[in-house]
C-alpha cells in the first residue's frame, strides 16, 4: 500500500471528520483540512470520545476511494 495517506477520524460539528495525520495530535482551536474538505475548527467538546457520533459520508466516501486507488 505504498502512497497511502494515513488519516484519523475526529470529531467537529456533531460527526467524526476524516483529517491527515500529522506529526502531533489536533488540539482545540486547530483548523485540520477535512478530506471532504469542510472547514473545521476543533472546540474542546470534539475531543469526548462519544461511540454514536456518526461518521461524514463525504469523508469517508473518499477515504474509500483513495483506499481503493492504492
Keep these: ?6 488519516y ?5 460539528s456533531g460527526v467524526l471528520h476524516g483529517i491527515r495525520i500529522g506529526q502531533y495530535r489536533p488540539c482545540p482551536h486547530d483548523e485540520p483540512p477535512a478530506l471532504c474538505g469542510a472547514e473545521i475548527v476543533l472546540t474542546r467538546e470534539d475531543f469526548r470520545r462519544d461511540t454514536r457520533t456518526r461518521m461524514c459520508t463525504a469523508c469517508l466516501d ?9
Design 8 to 12: 484519523d477520524w475526529q470529531a467537529a
Design 62 to 70: 473518499r477515504w474509500n476511494a483513495e483506499l481503493s486507488a492504492s
Design 1 to 6: 500500500m505504498s502512497g497511502f495517506r494515513r
